[in-house]
């Protein structure tokens, strides 16, 4: 069976402080891998996406970063911290191939930005 | 491209009773439409999901309903209970690298 990891759970950085976050899949090759943010009590906000190694779509323009530097590896970076930044960040996985597949997301990363 | 609304954002109902959320989506393409629950402090959950080819899927106390043509869904929940309560968030898409979730409601089962 698929599982997916993420970590740390919780993170608390200073402003101006780099970030990296780091997702892992288990069970499923070349999988779509996808980055959330979820502040307090909204809604989730699709970031990045990847349908491959060293294949990045952004969704938004912001003060991140994402790269995959192996099939089932996804990580989100950030040079250098904003307080803005804070949330609960998920990763997520879909199989690559066919239409209307479900994403499974992983149990989160919750950022705190000080 | 596709635009998710969900209602509504909190719903309070007493243990036993039923608990519907309501979804529409603009883009008449999707066809793929999940339901989420995320308890506090985790990931989101897929709880139930429906396709377009199908109006109705339950599975024990919820049940999911579609309408293609108003362009909703709703999830249903029957029977509620403390443990149901939680975020939900319903979706749509109509291929990879495109679902759009919801706002999310957040359920409150008072026993």
């Known amino acids: 069976s698929q599982t997916i990891h993420q970590w740390p759970a919780t993170l608390v950085q200073p402003v101006g402080s780099p970030l990296s976050l780091e997702c892992t899949v288990e069970?499923?090759?070349?999988?779509?891998l996808y980055w959330y943010r979820q502040a307090a009590g909204r809604g989730l906000q699709l970031l990045f996406y990847s349908v491959g190694i060293g294949q990045i779509s952004s969704e938004v323009p912001q003060n991140l970063s994402a790269s995959r530097p192996q099939d089932r590896q996804f990580i989100l970076s950030s040079k250098k911290l904003l307080l803005s930044d804070s949330g609960f960040y998920l990763c997520?996985?879909?199989?690559?191939?066919?239409?209307?597949?479900?994403?499974?997301f992983g149990p989160g990363t919750r950022l705190l930005v000080l | 491209g596709e635009n998710v609304e969900q209602h509504p954002s909190t719903l309070s109902v007493q243990e036993g009773d039923s608990a519907v959320i309501k979804c529409t989506y603009s883009?008449?393409?999707?066809?793929?439409f999940p339901w989420y629950k995320q308890e506090l402090g985790k990931g989101p959950q897929l709880i139930i999901d429906i396709r377009s080819n199908v109006g109705e899927k339950k599975d024990q106390r919820i049940a999911v309903t579609l309408n293609k043509t108003a362009k909703h869904f709703s999830l249903h929940i029957t029977e509620t209970q403390p443990e149901d309560s939680a975020v939900y968030f319903c979706a749509a898409s109509k291929d990879n690298n495109d679902m759009r979730f919801g706002a999310g409601t957040r359920l409150t089962v008072k026993p």
């Open positions: 997520a996985w879909e199989t690559g191939w066919g239409a209307e597949e479900t994403q499974y």
């Open positions: 883009d008449s393409a999707s066809n793929y």
């Open positions: 069970g499923t090759s070349n999988p779509n």
